[in-house]
């Protein structure tokens, strides 16, 4: 059980970073719900386990927490993986628009969440973090416990496969698709 001090320091430290820690697991194990349940699991971790946060960066030190209960929820639970497709609908929230644009507008998002959703465990984490999260290459190294060059590099390719991915759905020319049947 935490003292009172770092109890304190944890809700200041730590507990903002829940939307970030459950935005990489929703990524990571592809359910809203599984997410929640990750999330919550590790939030307890870092809880139990803040007594040897010694300073540094709660948000990276939270994100590995999550990004290893992630694994570990996956490992015991991937026999039984049902994916659920997430429903950005739902956050979409109070905004005026015409049906024509929110439908345009879902499907682009729709578009975007398969295609990142195509994308190799690792591709889609590193991915996630820089771009949806904002994280730095270091924070992605500390987080991944891969070397920051393997970070980049994965990086690049997650992107450029992202691109592809969604040139190819959209069947634009250049795209892998368009010149295999142009040849």
């Known amino acids: 059980m935490l003292e009172l001090d770092d109890r304190d320091r944890f809700e200041r430290l730590v507990m903002p970073h829940q939307d970030a820690a459950f935005n990489l697991a929703r990524w990571l194990v592809r359910s809203r719900t599984d997410a929640e349940d990750v999330v919550q699991d590790a939030m307890m971790r870092a809880y139990r386990f803040f ?56 499907s682009e998002r729709q578009r975007l969440m398969k295609a990142l959703e195509s994308l190799p465990a690792r591709s889609r984490e590193v991915l996630v973090l820089r771009e949806l999260e904002g994280c730095s290459y270091k924070e992605i190294a500390t987080i991944t416990s891969i070397p920051i060059g393997t970070v980049m590099s994965t990086l690049a390719r997650a992107r450029e496969r992202l691109q592809e991915t969604l040139r190819g759905a959209a069947g634009e020319p250049g795209s892998r698709k368009e010149a295999r049947h142009e040849v």
């Open 51 to 106: 007594a040897g946060f010694h300073g540094g960066d709660a948000r990276a030190w939270l994100l590995q927490i999550v990004r290893n209960s992630c694994y570990t929820w996956m490992d015991k639970n991937r026999k039984a993986e049902k994916t659920t497709e997430f429903d950005e609908t739902i956050h979409a929230g109070g905004r005026s628009e015409s049906p024509e644009t929110a439908a345009v507008a879902a």
